[in-house]
């Protein structure tokens, strides 16, 4: 079974930009997360999508968005790119909520 | 949010077993613990997790106190593709909502 593919895997952009990123879950999982990364933060979760609707947000500006489609594939965006957007970001789906996520390689995004 | 108390760092020699502890203290009792481990620059990949019961797999295995409030991943034969760092999480009640520490950075030496 394939496992969760991101893309792109690496992303360039300027300040005020904006930028969407796509996840493609396991075939099958019906639940998408999504978590930024950086070395100063570490770890920190974005959003989750159930069925199409967003279930769950952390604690980031209206700029980070998503949406889940039928097919269960996500897209995040985030727009008026800052310098502080720069961080990988990774997508992990699951067969529902509260089951063990399978994460993707993540997309490495960079803001300059 | 939960939070989890993990060593920031363990050594251990290539062929022996790692034990990996985790602090839980404030769990619930009907939420897992789950492991994960990022190797450099991938995704995070999970593990094992468990409720109460100890567990195995092809992988590790997770032996969880009677009152739940730790746990210890094991490696039973590290190697050097074992170098990561590991992940300790429980809490996010019936979401897809992980929240992650700062974990513990696994080396293992030849």
């Known amino acids: 079974k394939a496992g969760v593919t991101q893309t792109p895997r690496y992303l360039i952009k300027t300040r005020g930009q904006q930028v969407t990123l796509s996840c493609s879950p396991i075939s099958g999982h019906r639940s998408v997360s999504w978590y930024q990364q950086t070395p100063g933060q570490g770890l920190q979760f974005l959003f989750e999508?159930?069925?199409?609707?967003?279930?769950n947000k952390g604690n980031f500006p209206g700029r980070f968005s998503g949406r889940q489609f039928s097919n269960s594939r996500s897209e995040m965006n985030v727009s008026t790119l800052e310098l502080g957007d720069s961080a990988l970001y990774l997508c992990a789906s699951s067969l529902a909520r509260n089951y063990e996520q399978y994460f993707g390689p993540g997309t490495r995004l960079t803001v300059t | 949010d939960a939070k989890t108390t993990q060593p920031p760092s363990m050594d251990c020699a290539e062929g022996r077993a790692a034990n990996l502890p985790c602090n839980h203290s404030t769990i619930s009792g009907n939420e897992y613990v789950y492991w994960y481990r990022q190797i450099h620059s991938q995704g995070p990949q999970y593990i094992i997790h468990?409720?109460?019961n100890n567990e195995t797999n092809e992988m590790a295995s997770l032996i969880i106190t009677e009152d739940r409030k730790s746990s210890t991943l094991i490696l039973p034969h590290a190697t050097l593709r074992d170098t990561a760092v590991y992940y300790c999480?429980?809490?996010?009640?019936?979401?897809?909502?992980?929240?992650f520490g700062q974990g513990t950075t696994l080396q293992v030496k030849p």
């Open positions: 999508y159930f069925s199409e609707t967003q279930r």
């Open positions: 999480i429980y809490g996010s009640g019936n979401t897809g909502k992980l929240i």
């Open positions: 468990g409720l109460k």
